[in-house]
């Protein structure tokens, strides 16, 4: 995938450096027993958030798992990572949720409890049982959180793809509907879940879509380590029905690569004991599977590669008249309004990383002098479709306050097209043998979207490509769009079901904004891995 954009060396810190001996990264992985059921006539739906002290009384949110249906004892596939420094003591607060909507926020949902603890305990325990809290001292019920840390020493990730052929019916009015999970064997001999794929319903011969998980969470970067796949069949009230389970390690599914036939006898324990005449409950084979090496942004920047920037403001209709005080696009005495405030703030720290500071801007949404006939979905901001580069984000600021008295605002608001434009531009370079490039659209925007089909339509494709994208959400509104199409909630699919190649895109609300380091959003953004 786009080798010759992406062939830069990782940055390495030398072996004297006090950051290389103090910072390593730590993955956490997390299971409960005994949660609260909050869900009348069904057990909760937990998701579990890793949160970090950075103040006397400032919790903030580092990353999630995913939500698990309808149980109470639930094992994360989702692993948390963050930084660990040694040096430093690092308060967590891992919390537990009953999520019944699709808002990422957790105001609304039943917290079922929650824990206090440093990473220095968990990573000198390895494996930590705590009980969970209500508040201080007050239990929540007999529910417990164990939480499991692995140092990750390995870039390197694993890309697979399976199907499976003559599975065992398990539901009386209709055939199963099967999904796999991959436990990893542990030095305690213990099996511990890695990755849980997608429910296929009504299907016997399922083909599951592809997966790519790092390697260290995967199998703890050991080739040759047991792995155990389990074949159940979902029901909606938590009770799995397992259909069979087979055991393999990373060297064994490698041989798909070499174009070897790689499959396995999916085995019912119980059934085989019974029956003497049983062979199996459908075979799982193996379509692909490929070593892949990821890159953080980081390792980009610090490679050497070059970062381009480009900017969309939102000039549609639902922002508000600019004449009115109440619009986002109203110019205060001071010469201020919340996009120029946001442009700001993200813009000082976005340059920095720009190497040659000039940036292409766009607006989206308005109409244009001189006939005001049509909007128009990305036109250069300084108005010069030839060379829509701005000096700086001085340059963008001076474009914004010149261009914004001659627009009328207007609709739909249509993501697709800025997409789609800086997408083949990124394109363009991944086919071209010159220096190693990186494409951040940045994106600001009050919320409201009407093309969100198109729009996932264009993240899908772009997602193959060295892009990433930040929404930055301007004003009150509560961003529901925007929160799904950052995937962080579930894989974010096109409109006939292809899922992303990775997440490439973050959204963030301004009010939330704040000390934010934009950086710190392009680093929880996938970037393409490199075959190896």
Same mark, same amino acid.
């Given at each position: 995938?786009?080798?010759?954009?992406?062939?830069?060396?990782?940055?390495?810190?030398?072996?004297?450096?006090?950051?290389?001996?103090?910072?390593?990264?730590?993955?956490?992985?997390?299971?409960?027993?005994?949660?609260?059921?909050?869900?009348?006539?069904?057990?909760?739906?937990?998701?579990?958030?890793?949160?970090?002290?950075?103040?006397?009384?400032?919790?903030?949110?580092?990353?999630?798992?995913?939500?698990?249906?309808? !149980?109470?004892?639930?094992?994360?596939?989702?692993?948390?990572?963050?930084?660990?420094?040694?040096?430093?003591?690092?308060?967590?607060?891992?919390?537990?949720?009953?999520?019944?909507?699709?808002?990422?926020?957790?105001?609304?949902?039943?917290?079922?409890?929650?824990?206090?603890?440093?990473?220095?305990?968990?990573?000198?325990?390895?494996?930590?049982?705590?009980?969970?809290?209500?508040?201080?001292?007050?239990?929540?019920?007999?529910?417990? =959180?164990?939480?499991?840390?692995?140092?990750?020493?390995?870039?390197?990730?694993?890309?697979?793809?399976?199907?499976?052929?003559?599975?065992?019916?398990?539901?009386?009015?209709?055939?199963?509907?099967?999904?796999?999970?991959?436990?990893?064997?542990?030095?305690?001999?213990?099996?511990?879940?890695?990755?849980?794929?997608?429910?296929?319903?009504?299907?016997?011969?399922?083909?599951?879509?592809?997966?790519?998980?790092?390697?260290?969470?995967?199998?703890?970067?050991?080739?040759?380590?047991?792995?155990?796949?389990?074949?159940?069949?979902?029901?909606?009230?938590?009770?799995?029905?397992?259909?069979?389970?087979?055991?393999?390690?990373?060297?064994?599914?490698?041989?798909?690569?070499?174009?070897?036939?790689?499959?396995?006898? !999916?085995?019912?324990?119980?059934?085989?004991?019974?029956?003497?005449? #049983?062979?199996?409950?459908?075979?799982?084979?193996?379509?692909?599977?490929?070593?892949?090496?990821?890159?953080?942004?980081?390792?980009?920047?610090?490679?050497?590669?070059?970062?381009?920037?480009?900017?969309?403001?939102?000039?549609?209709?639902?922002?508000?008249?600019?004449?009115?005080?109440?619009?986002?696009?109203?110019?205060?005495?001071? $010469?201020?309004?919340?996009?120029?405030?946001?442009?700001?703030?993200?813009?000082?720290?976005?340059?920095? #990383?720009?190497?040659?500071?000039?940036?292409?801007?766009?607006?989206?949404?308005?109409?244009?002098?001189?006939?005001?006939?049509?909007?128009?979905?990305?036109?250069?901001?300084?108005?010069?479709?030839?060379?829509? #580069?701005?000096? $700086?984000?001085?340059? =963008?600021?001076?474009? #914004?306050?010149?261009?914004?008295?001659?627009?009328?605002?207007?609709?739909?608001?249509?993501?697709?097209?800025?997409?789609?434009?800086?997408?083949?531009?990124?394109?363009?370079?991944?086919?071209?043998?010159?220096?190693?490039?990186?494409?951040?659209?940045?994106?600001?925007?009050?919320?409201?979207?009407?093309?969100?089909?198109?729009?996932?339509?264009?993240?899908?494709?772009?997602?193959?490509?060295?892009?990433?994208?930040?929404?930055?959400?301007?004003?009150?509104?509560?961003?529901?769009?925007?929160?799904?199409?950052?995937?962080?909630?579930?894989?974010?699919?096109?409109?006939?079901?292809?899922?992303?190649?990775?997440?490439?895109?973050?959204?963030?609300?301004?009010?939330?904004?704040?000390?934010?380091?934009?950086?710190?959003?392009?680093?929880? !953004?996938?970037?393409?891995?490199?075959?190896?």
């Amino acid at each position: 995938m786009h080798q010759n954009v992406m062939n830069v060396e990782p940055y390495n810190l030398p072996l004297n450096s006090p950051m290389a001996d103090c910072v390593s990264k730590v993955e956490l992985s997390v299971s409960c027993s005994d949660l609260l059921d909050k869900d009348v006539g069904s057990k909760s739906d937990p998701l579990c958030v890793l949160l970090q002290k950075s103040g006397s009384d400032k919790w903030t949110e580092l990353c999630r798992t995913e939500r698990v249906k309808n !149980c109470s004892s639930p094992s994360f596939s989702q692993r948390l990572r963050l930084d660990y420094h040694f040096e430093t003591v690092q308060n967590l607060k891992l919390g537990v949720y009953d999520i019944d909507n699709s808002s990422s926020d957790l105001g609304d949902d039943d917290y079922l409890g929650g824990v206090e603890l440093t990473l220095g305990q968990i990573v000198s325990s390895k494996t930590l049982t705590r009980p969970l809290q209500l508040k201080k001292g007050k239990p929540a019920g007999k529910g417990t =959180i164990t939480v499991t840390a692995e140092e990750v020493k390995d870039n390197r990730a694993i890309e697979l793809e399976l199907e499976a052929k003559n599975l065992d019916k398990k539901d009386t009015f209709g055939k199963s509907d099967p999904f796999l999970e991959f436990f990893k064997q542990g030095d305690d001999g213990k099996w511990h879940l890695v990755h849980r794929t997608e429910v296929v319903k009504n299907n016997l011969n399922p083909s599951w879509k592809k997966f790519c998980i790092p390697l260290q969470t995967f199998c703890s970067s050991d080739l040759d380590r047991p792995l155990k796949v389990d074949c159940s069949d979902h029901d909606s009230d938590g009770s799995h029905d397992l259909i069979g389970s087979f055991t393999t390690k990373v060297s064994e599914l490698q041989k798909a690569a070499h174009g070897s036939l790689v499959e396995f006898q !999916c085995i019912h324990p119980e059934k085989q004991k019974k029956k003497k005449s #049983y062979k199996n409950s459908g075979v799982v084979s193996v379509k692909k599977c490929k070593l892949l090496t990821q890159y953080s942004f980081l390792d980009y920047v610090m490679g050497g590669c070059q970062i381009n920037f480009t900017v969309g403001i939102d000039f549609t209709g639902s922002n508000g008249d600019p004449r009115s005080p109440n619009s986002l696009h109203y110019m205060s005495p001071d $010469g201020l309004n919340q996009y120029l405030s946001a442009l700001w703030s993200v813009g000082q720290v976005v340059q920095d #990383y720009d190497t040659d500071k000039l940036f292409p801007a766009f607006g989206f949404g308005a109409k244009l002098p001189p006939d005001y006939q049509a909007a128009h979905h990305e036109f250069a901001l300084n108005f010069n479709p030839t060379n829509p #580069y701005c000096q $700086g984000i001085q340059g =963008i600021v001076e474009a #914004y306050r010149m261009v914004l008295p001659q627009l009328r605002l207007s609709g739909p608001t249509n993501f697709s097209p800025i997409i789609t434009h800086v997408a083949s531009i990124a394109a363009a370079a991944a086919q071209a043998n010159s220096a190693s490039q990186y494409f951040v659209l940045l994106i600001l925007t009050d919320g409201e979207i009407t093309d969100f089909d198109q729009t996932r339509d264009a993240i899908v494709r772009a997602s193959r490509l060295p892009l990433s994208i930040i929404i930055v959400g301007v004003g009150p509104a509560d961003f529901q769009a925007m929160e799904l199409l950052d995937g962080d909630d579930g894989v974010l699919r096109s409109t006939v079901g292809e899922a992303v190649s990775r997440d490439i895109v973050q959204f963030v609300p301004f009010r939330k904004f704040k000390d934010l380091l934009i950086v710190e959003l392009l680093c929880v !953004c996938d970037v393409p891995p490199l075959s190896m």
